[in-house]
């Protein structure tokens, strides 16, 4: 029998590519390509002549049957996505699992996750982490499923289209509060750029400047149900004054933030700047 290998290709700069990914795909019999006029150009950039079939989820079932008989007939098959891993948000799971139940070989030819990229760039926390991948197009069903994350501690990534960005963006507003965030789009291309903040201010930004490019969205887990220190809330709307936030919009972000009453932080800062 032959080997399926699962290869992880360039999410932006061809120059991600390794020495293995290069050779493997120079030597196989066959690649599987979610779209063979994207994985050519790869192909192309390396000189590899190698012969390509698309396989995508409008001919999943069709393919897999096919790939699998070739496989099983000894043909070594490269499996790609248009980039990054197979199988993360892309075609794939299952062609490996099929494999896997034939007895077929399956390597890894590791590399570019646009996901992990995000989260490594956005400076929030890595330890523990949870990818959801596209949440549903549809308004009711994507906050639907927001609701049911509310209370993750850990961080959350997403993938997200650019026209469904701010959508998004201001569900989680809205039903998690002004939590930091990175948006991470275009990664490693030449219009790289990762926006980071809490929801709102991001928010501001792409209202101003509409998003393009491929996009991962990086947010801030919930926090412990911990009282917040008074003390520390006042002293962060006043830092945020001393920036030039008005008054009123400082406190409001900061008790929306910590889930509190205005006129409570507003009656402490009083109190502190009387002292």
Excluded at 18 to 24: E, G, K, P
Excluded at 90 to 97: N, V
């Amino acid at each position: 029998m032959g080997t399926l290998y699962v290869c992880a290709t360039p999410i932006g700069n061809l120059e991600d590519a390794s020495y293995r990914l290069v050779r493997i795909l120079g030597e196989v019999d066959l690649i599987a390509c979610e779209d063979t006029r994207h994985t050519r150009i790869l192909l192309n950039h390396y000189g590899i002549k190698g012969a390509a079939i698309s396989y995508h989820q409008h001919n999943q079932k069709e393919r897999e049957e096919q790939l699998i008989s070739r496989l099983l007939a000894g043909d070594n098959i490269a499996l790609v996505s248009d980039a990054g891993t197979p199988g993360i948000s892309d075609p794939g799971r299952l062609l490996i699992s099929m494999a896997r139940e034939e007895g077929i070989r399956v390597e890894i030819i590791p590399g570019p996750s646009a996901f992990v990229a995000a989260l490594v760039l956005s400076g929030l926390d890595s330890q523990a982490f949870v990818f959801e991948g596209f949440l549903p197009a549809r308004s009711a069903q994507r906050r639907k499923h927001l609701e049911r994350l509310k209370g993750e501690m850990r961080t959350l990534v997403f993938y997200e289209s650019p026209h469904r960005l701010l959508a998004l963006l201001k569900d989680i507003n809205e039903l998690w509060g002004d939590r930091q965030v990175a948006v991470a789009r275009e990664l490693t291309k030449i219009y790289e750029e990762v926006k980071g903040g809490l929801v709102s201010e991001v928010i501001k930004h792409y209202e101003e400047h509409p998003p393009r490019g491929e996009i991962s969205i990086v947010v801030e887990g919930a926090r412990p149900d911990i009282p917040p220190d008074l003390e520390q809330v006042c002293h962060e709307v006043l830092d945020l004054m001393g920036k030039g936030v008005e008054k009123k919009q400082a406190l409001a972000q900061k008790a929306r933030e910590y889930g509190m009453k205005k006129s409570e932080i507003y009656n402490r800062i009083e109190q502190l700047l009387g002292s």
